[in-house]
């Protein structure tokens, strides 16, 4: 049984390792039931037996590396997911980093949505900041890095056109006031598009600790929703890390559901409420971190 085990995680080595050779793309953090899961789909669109055969099917595919890579990197969007969670967002959030920054005679508000996937996210924020902003006369620069590894998944977003499915859990007035219905598709209208900049990036990348069109960080506020999950806890632990260095003292971050801070993170950070999962640096500990490389 241990020989089995040992041979099949060698050959999901062997298969990540010649997707890293052909895509520079490492995604041996990733939790080995999840990629299990990914590469069995695969292996039975292209009917091979098992993980020997469909290595060997590789070698000599080169579409099928791409197959391989779509669905290794894909995740699942729609606009305003988890919809409580933009709820509060949209009442409590977006409204005090705007009115606090404005106080400060600040009108500059810069937000990451990291691991993006096909934009839902990042649009969905760019609506509430300007809804907001809006019904209460206010002005500000806002500028939404939005990244992701995903080069197909960028190229859909900057389109800014979805199916009716993206908009499962939008409110009819957002979809009233935001998007123009085009040859069966929601098109996202283009002063929500001005605020969002799509680009590619790595998160296990360790030369950039942020995006370079951000070109130093310092995000008021972090989506980083449903990524963790996919990696294991040292991976967790770096890509938290280039989280943390692109916060200032005062920034929010926003994780999935089921995703919390590993580690030694877990001490460095709070929830800024009990019932959702946004977090704060831990004031006490703000002044070490700066130091901390």
């Known amino acids: 049984m241990e020989n089995s085990s040992k041979i099949k995680n060698q050959e999901l080595h062997a298969i990540?390792?010649?997707?890293f050779l052909a895509k520079k793309l490492d995604l041996s953090g990733n939790k080995p039931d999840f990629l299990h899961r990914?590469?069995?789909?695969?292996?039975?669109?292209?009917?091979t037996n098992n993980h020997q055969e469909y290595l060997a099917y590789l070698q000599n595919n080169s579409l099928e590396i791409e197959a391989l890579q779509d669905i290794l990197t894909i995740n699942v969007s729609h606009f305003f997911r988890n919809s409580f969670t933009f709820d509060y967002l949209d009442k409590i959030i977006i409204p005090k980093i705007i009115n606090t920054k404005l106080k400060a005679?600040?009108?500059?508000?810069?937000?990451?949505?990291?691991?993006?996937?096909?934009?839902?996210?990042a649009y969905s924020i760019g609506i509430l900041i300007d809804n907001y902003l809006r019904k209460n006369d206010l002005i500000m620069d806002v500028s939404i890095f939005a990244t992701d590894i995903d080069i197909k998944s960028l190229a859909y977003a900057k389109k800014g056109k979805y199916t009716a499915e993206s908009l499962k859990e939008t409110k009819l007035e957002i979809i009233t006031n935001y998007f123009s219905q085009l040859e069966g598709k929601y098109k996202?209208?283009?002063?929500?598009k001005?605020?969002?900049?799509?680009?590619?990036?790595?998160?296990?990348?360790?030369h950039q600790y942020a995006?370079?069109?951000?070109?130093?960080?310092?995000?008021?506020?972090i989506f980083c929703r449903n990524v963790l999950i996919y990696f294991n806890k040292?991976?967790?632990?770096?890509?938290?890390?280039?989280?943390?260095?692109?916060?200032?003292?005062?920034?929010?971050?926003?994780l999935g559901e089921a995703e919390e801070p590993p580690g030694e993170y877990e001490k460095r950070f709070h929830k800024e409420s009990i019932y959702f999962k946004i977090y704060q640096k831990t004031q006490a500990l703000t002044a070490n971190l700066k130091f901390v490389q």
């Open 194 to 206: 001005k605020m969002v900049h799509f680009s590619t990036f790595d998160l296990l990348n360790s």
């Open 211 to 221: 995006p370079e069109e951000s070109i130093y960080g310092d995000f008021d506020l």
């Open 16 to 19: 990540l390792n010649l997707l």
């Open 105 to 121: 005679k600040k009108p500059v508000l810069r937000i990451w949505s990291a691991g993006c996937s096909t934009g839902e996210e």
């Open 188 to 192: 996202i209208l283009p002063r929500i």
């Open 38 to 47: 990914r590469i069995s789909r695969r292996m039975s669109v292209t009917k």
């Open 234 to 254: 040292e991976y967790q632990e770096i890509i938290f890390n280039k989280l943390n260095k692109s916060m200032n003292t005062t920034s929010l971050l926003v």
